[in-house]
């Protein structure tokens, strides 16, 4: 467990916490004006090994070997030049700070961090963290690397789950959740796809082209081919798959020899990849966040009611039947793109090419 205080004056600015893999959805930007709920678990923080927020630098004036040592193999807009190494906390975990007015930025329903730090320390006024709490934004609080430290506290530090106990015990995420608008009543929510599963979408699907090497490739059938097979067959050639990608992870029978490509967990606490053994070692390992994983492993029905007793709130009703989802599912088009350009596959024309074609991501189901 850690605390972090002030590198200004030593006051502490958090309640303990201890430290989990970033949610792959930690910079998504969903939809317009829609109220997003807290990044982080409560009692939990993650670095962001990246940069984050201004000052901006245009591609043009970054030299590609510099963009490169950063991890970046493609031109993208324009690219932070601010410190990396930023914790991402929730923002009822904050202690001993105060808002500063004049750092509103370009927010329309909230904070989003455009002009920097827009938290200061209580004791010594010294900017410390970044609120973010805007609209389409999902919610948190950044710890900024160079204004605060990094402090062990006593107390029991539990080692992480092992994979056994996270197949047992990992908690799934929902497919489908109420999504809301700001200004709108409890009782005005939509159900919508998972922002979640979008973001875990965009990230694999990623993944996935790169392992496809630009040749036909299929995924298992049911919900995991409803995430996959339509963006995959509008990018890559037509044809028979030459290619093929299962799911695999803790508690599933290992894969065939012959696979290509395995879809696996994430480890929501340390962020290593699962990794399997045997003839399929060598094997391409696409990334999924634990819960979605889950899910697509064994899918929870949603009954319209339940078999008795009072109906519970995560469960459809049917008095009336809350709207679905009027749309297919879309894979996040900022998390492909974001990813994308970080895999050094993306140096192959073939890749560039969908990467520079955004109008693709209309056939290709990319939100």
Not at 312 to 330: A, G
Request: overall charge negative.
């Amino acid at each position: 467990m850690f605390v972090f205080v002030c590198a200004g004056c030593g006051a502490e600015l958090t309640t303990p916490l201890s430290q989990v893999a970033l949610p792959v959805h930690a910079r998504q930007v969903y939809g317009n004006g829609i109220q997003l709920p807290v990044l982080m678990q409560s009692g939990t923080f993650a670095v962001d090994p990246d940069p984050w927020g201004g000052p901006w630098r245009m591609w043009d004036e970054i030299d590609p070997g510099e963009a490169e040592a950063r991890g970046i193999y493609a031109p993208v807009y324009a690219l932070s030049d601010s410190t990396p190494g930023a914790s991402v906390i929730a923002p009822g975990d904050i202690r001993g700070t105060r808002l500063i007015p004049e750092k509103r930025g370009g927010a329309c329903c909230g904070l989003d961090g455009a002009d920097g730090p827009n938290m200061a320390c209580q004791a010594c006024d010294l900017p410390v963290a970044t609120r973010v709490d805007d609209c389409s934004l999902w919610q948190a609080v950044r710890l900024s690397p160079d204004a605060v430290h990094r402090v062990p506290i006593d107390g029991i530090h539990a080692a992480p789950l092992s994979w056994a106990e996270l197949a047992e015990e990992g908690e799934k995420t929902p497919l489908l959740e109420p999504i809301a608008r700001w200004g709108q009543l409890e009782s005005d929510h939509r159900w919508s796809w998972s922002p979640q599963w979008e973001a875990a979408a965009g990230h694999a699907l990623a993944h996935l082209l790169a392992a496809s090497r630009g040749q036909p490739l299929r995924v298992p059938g049911a919900l995991t081919a409803d995430m996959f097979q339509r963006p995959l067959d509008a990018l890559l050639p037509a044809g028979p798959p030459k290619r093929r990608a299962v799911l695999a992870g803790p508690g599933l029978p290992s894969p065939d020899a012959g696979v290509d490509i395995l879809l696996v967990p994430v480890h929501p606490q340390t962020g290593r990849t699962w990794t399997p053994a045997g003839p399929t070692a060598s094997a391409y390992l696409v990334p999924l966040p634990l819960g979605v994983w889950l899910w697509l492993v064994s899918p929870q029905p949603y009954l319209p009611v339940p078999a008795s007793g009072r109906i519970p709130q995560d469960v459809l009703r049917d008095d009336p039947l809350p709207l679905l989802p009027n749309s297919l599912f879309q894979a996040d088009r900022g998390t492909f793109q974001h990813t994308l350009v970080r895999l050094p596959a993306v140096r192959s024309p073939w890749l560039r090419t969908i990467l520079e074609n955004p109008t693709q991501g209309t056939s290709a189901n990319l939100s």
